[in-house]
């Protein structure tokens, strides 16, 4: 079966600077999405990648997915308290049901003001 | 356009009772899915409708909980009886179609069993 690993599990960093998440999967992306979830709330759809090297963004956040489609990134750029909470990927699992999605354990982000 | 509803957002009940939780998706979403999020876990998947036929159940704990999507819109989830291990958000979301679409979760329950 498909296994997502995330890294790191936390991360703190001070506000304004710059960060990188890593997803790492156990077998070929067809499909990853990134998600962000604040305690007590449900997840919030960042961005969904397909293409091997397809790059995207939104506002200061940029998601890769490598070309050998095995390892996609979440880069902020200037960080902002707005950008703390527990950042999740999914992806599609082929080792279920087509559509269903496997989660990484998240990454756990706290930005110092 | 109002998102993914669910009710309660918490429960708190004592092992060995029923309980139950209830989703309603977004108009005209055709994908509706349950998932388990433990504490410090990513969402894992019970089940997954496409309108009211449940398309992949091979995650559900049969002997214990059971989910119905009459007419292809709300969904119900409930679990009889409750274990202390049962405490967990209950997350649901719904997607156009069960393809390659987003997934709009909603905002989960939260269930603690004494």
């Known amino acids: 079966s498909q296994e997502l690993e995330q890294s790191p599990q936390s991360l703190i960093v001070q506000e304004g600077k710059n960060l990188t998440i890593n997803c790492t999967s156990s077998?070929?992306?067809?499909?990853l999405y990134w998600y962000k979830q604040k305690y007590g709330e449900g997840l919030i759809f960042l961005m969904m990648?397909?293409?091997?090297?397809e790059e995207k963004s939104h506002e200061k956040i940029t998601a890769k997915l490598d070309e050998k489609k095995q390892q996609s990134s979440l880069h902020i750029t200037a960080s902002q308290p707005s950008h703390a909470g527990i950042y999740l990927c999914?992806?599609?699992?082929?080792?279920?049901?087509?559509?269903?999605?496997?989660f990484g354990k998240g990454t756990k982000l706290s930005v110092k003001p | 356009e109002a998102g993914v509803v669910q009710s309660p957002r918490y429960k708190i009940i004592e092992k060995k009772q029923p309980v139950a939780f209830w989703c309603n998706p977004i108009?005209?979403?055709?994908?509706l899915y349950w998932y388990l999020q433990n504490l410090g876990q990513g969402p894992e998947l019970l089940i997954r409708?496409?309108?009211?036929?449940?398309?992949?159940d091979s995650q559900l704990p049969k002997d214990r909980f059971s989910a119905e999507r009459l007419k292809g819109v709300d969904s119900t989830l409930k679990i009889q009886p409750a274990e202390l291990g049962d405490s967990a958000v209950y997350l649901c979301?719904?997607?156009?179609?069960?393809?390659?679409?987003?997934?709009?979760f909603g905002p989960g329950t939260r269930l603690t069993v004494l």
């Open positions: 990648l397909q293409k091997g090297g």
């Open positions: 979301a719904s997607s156009l179609d069960g393809s390659y679409n987003e997934q709009f």
């Open positions: 409708y496409e309108n009211e036929e449940a398309v992949d």
């Open positions: 077998k070929t992306l067809y499909g």
């Open positions: 999914g992806a599609v699992n082929y080792g279920g049901s087509q559509g269903n999605l496997i």
């Open positions: 108009s005209g979403h055709n994908t």
